[in-house]
Nanobody
Framework: QVQLVESGGGLVQAGGSLRLSCAAS????????MGWYRQAPGNQRELVAG???????NYADSVKGRFTISRDNAKNTVYLQMNNLKPEDTAVYYC???????WGPGAYDYWGQGTQVTVSS
């Protein structure tokens, strides 16, 4: 059964930090890439960060140096540590499992339900 459950969103002031978690079923966690995407009102969903099964990472330019993606294989969980948050980081953040080649996204991806992150100025 595919399951991605996000947690950790909330309201934070600019400059603050949040950590998002995504707990996955074991089979889903073994996807080629686990990642985080976000979608702000009126915008398309965009990649935030991805991490491969081997631990390679990929970040959007807008979050490099501020966000860190990691995975705990024993817990089937992927994390997104977000530091120095800015108002433009406000969005719904979605956990993603990409079983295909490359970083994704793809047609056969799995998605969580999303968690709201709001950064006030």
């Amino acid at each position: 059964q595919v399951q991605l459950v996000e947690s950790g969103g909330g309201l934070v002031q600019a400059g603050g930090s949040l950590r998002l978690s995504c707990a996955a079923s074991r089979s889903t966690f073994n996807s080629n890439v686990m990642g985080w995407y976000r979608q702000a009102p009126g915008n398309q969903r965009e990649l935030v960060a991805g991490i491969s099964r081997g631990g390679n990472t990929n970040y959007a330019d807008s979050v490099k140096g501020r966000f860190t993606i990691s995975r705990d294989n024993a817990k089937n969980t992927v994390y997104l540590q977000m530091n120095n948050l800015k108002p433009e980081d406000t969005a719904v953040y979605y956990c993603n499992a990409h079983p295909g080649v490359g970083w994704g996204p793809g047609a056969y991806d799995y998605w969580g339900q999303g968690t709201q992150v709001t950064v006030s100025s």
